[in-house]
């Protein structure tokens, strides 16, 4: 009874706790952003602790990332009073309980069990030696792209004679099968796996040795798994393959057979397969709890299946389907506001969403314009210390961005301001790889001698400098008492090396020489933008078929971008050294920076939502590969950046941000035009934008930016204007020649634009 209750189920309503106390057979919650999806899972766990039904390492438990999984661990033991839980080894993201699985059954898989994880570069060098190896020309035939496929092969628990006939001939003239075993094979040899391979092995297992499956079968009493939306295919089988209890072949219908959405035309045999596991499906009950929210699925471009979740109770037959509908985490304005967006989406189960919180005092969320990134990241900048000295924390507050490119900004104000800010889920801009890399090159025009960074791109991209090759340079440096380039350029013009070697070392001496020299003729964001393409590295990742590739190229524009703040390439270097010095301490109160992809499941008091702009949220990438769904796919991102706020909400657009090295005027994002005006507060100020005013009196934003008869946005008054009344600074920091250039580059794009627009 609710007396008797144990104190972890009395803050619980009553359908939160039916879903805990459901501990017997199939559940599914689904339930929108803030329902308390995750805190029911977490009480599910400590509530089966509790009462004895398992022991720890008898429930598996899904995260979606390796934080959440620690958070998780942290609150069963709080709940049930116990400190931290240890000993629950089954808790965790399927890739880490992946290696835990593969680890004890490595010999099945052809391994042993000290088998080492390859990361991408090993694995698509290993790829190119594969290639090679077949006769075939890795210029035509790029290892990365094959690396992409095997990845997308594996998602989706393909082994090399399952993948569909025309994938297989699609690849280096026909063998791509062939590469596909050859590449496993070598990995087996060299006692190692790939990512892809963590899922991939134990779904081969499980299903060639059914004793080994049986064993976990009786070992995991329950399984639980959040964010049940984002599971991709291999991920699903991996899962159904535990969850089912096989009772000797009663099949269940063909009507639960699995839609073939994206994978058109590839997946037929894994269906195969599908079907036959389905046909062993019994109905004997399944411990198994699922928790998601379809208008959360963001993953889809990586493979992800919303249409699992949504299937549920055909895998599952019998199953309990819990829906939560108050939300507990925003006020009203914002899950109105969210709600009413999420609202645009055709594919939606459709859910209602209510909160009990009714304070008016709550502010609505705020959508605020400004002039350009820079003034975005001050503007932002302003409103977190406004909040500071009204006692809020740093840590309460989050800055969620659609693309890594646009941390930049935020990241150089927030040390000009000295405020602490921490980035989530990747590494601080200026820490990237190709920022650092793209760095080195600058470095080593900038000081010949840096040494550091010429080795770091003497053979970035790959010009076939082998090792023995730099050993030998760093020799003759040492040798000679000078800087490694120098040595490099004296090799290259003696015959101690081999004519390949010798080549590329006289194409990179005589490309710093030449760079070097221009430094002193060439504006310098002109300048680094000639390396980066002279020196291949810009061609390098365009040719780069992996998913992050594209977000690389935007930073590496970014990155030429914010040089024009700086006088010359020196000033630029100086001011990068000093940021790349500020410590990151994790027990700092600081200002969280993440992307929208990496706040799933998270919560802050207060939010911002920078770049709300066409082109950038919805991004054009995913409008153009992804169409419609592509769209949705985008707003189902904007409805989890809205909902992971609890009280305050910034939403931003500038008018201008600078896309392919041109500055041009941007138009707010269709997702401003569907917030409900009863819910949102266009910030004050806002007039002074000129054309957008208040958006909701003479139409949408964007309509709201043709009309108005201003034939010039640039005009004088109106840029006086917004720096008169926001920055007093504002004229000064444009005051260099590349604030001129850019001004005069954004005319011509704007002018094209203003062309097709009215
Ligand atoms: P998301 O879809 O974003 O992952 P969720 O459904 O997992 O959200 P939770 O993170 O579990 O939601 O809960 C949201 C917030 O509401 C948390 O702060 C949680 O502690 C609180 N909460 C959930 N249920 C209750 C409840 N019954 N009483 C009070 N607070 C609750
Ligand atoms: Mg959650």
Known sequence: GQNGAP???????????????????PVLVLAGAGTGKTRVLTTRIAHILATGRARPWEILAVTFTNKAAREMKQRIGHLIGEGDVEGMPWLGTFHSIGVKLLRRHAELAGLKSGFTILDTDDVVRLIKQLIQAEGLDDKRWPAKTFAQMLDNWKNKGLGPDE?????????????????YKAYQERLQTLNSCDFGDLLYHPIRIFRAYPDVLKEYHRKFKYILVDEYQDTNTAQYMWLRLLAQRPNGGRGASAEGRKPDRASAGQAAPAEASERSER???????????????????????????????????????????????????STAHILGAASHLIAHNEGRFGKTLFTDRDDPEDDKVHVHAAWDSEEEARAVGDTIEA??????????????VRASFQMRAFEDRFITLGLNYRVIGGPRFYERLEIRDALAFFRVVA???????????????????GEATIRQIHDTARAMRVPMLEAAATLAESDELKPKPR????EVAANFERWQKALETTPHTELAETILEESGYTDMWKNDRSADSPGRLENLKELIRSMEEYESLRSFLEHVALVMDAEQNADQDAVSIMTLHSAKGLEFETVFLPGWEEGLFPHQRALDEGGRSGLEEERRLAYVGLTRAKKNLHIWFVSNRQIHGLWQSTIPSRFVNELPETHVDVAEGGNSYGGYGNPYGGGSFASGRGGGG???????????????????????????????????????????NWGTRS
């Open 7 to 25: 104190d972890y189920l009395k803050g619980l309503n009553p359908e939160q706790r039916l879903a805990v106390e459901t501990t017997e057979g």
């Open 163 to 179: 993948i569909a006939e025309g994938d297989a001939r699609s690849f280096g003239n026909g063998k791509g099968r062939q590469l």
């Open 279 to 329: 046909a062993a499906v019994s109905e004997n009950k399944v411990n198994i709890c699922c928790v998601g929210d379809d208008d959360q699925s963001i993953y889809g471009w990586r493979g992800a299946e919303v249409d699992n979740i949504l299937r549920f109770d055909k895998d599952f037959p019998g199953a309990t389907i819990i829906r939560l509908e108050r939300n507990y985490r």
């Open 387 to 400: 909040y500071q000295r009204q006692k809020h924390r740093l840590n309460d507050m989050a800055i969620l």
């Open 447 to 465: 000081n010949g001698g840096d040494d550091l960074a010429f080795e770091r791109i003497v053979n970035t991209p790959k010009r076939g400098l």
């Open 503 to 506: 080549a590329a070392l006289r």
């Open 710 to 752: 201003r034939q010039n946005p640039y005009g004088a008054s109106r840029f006086d204007n917004v720096g008169a009344k926001d920055q007093g600074s504002f004229s000064n920091t444009y005051a260099t020649p590349g604030w001129q250039r850019a001004q005069a580059n954004r005319t011509e794009a704007t002018d094209r």
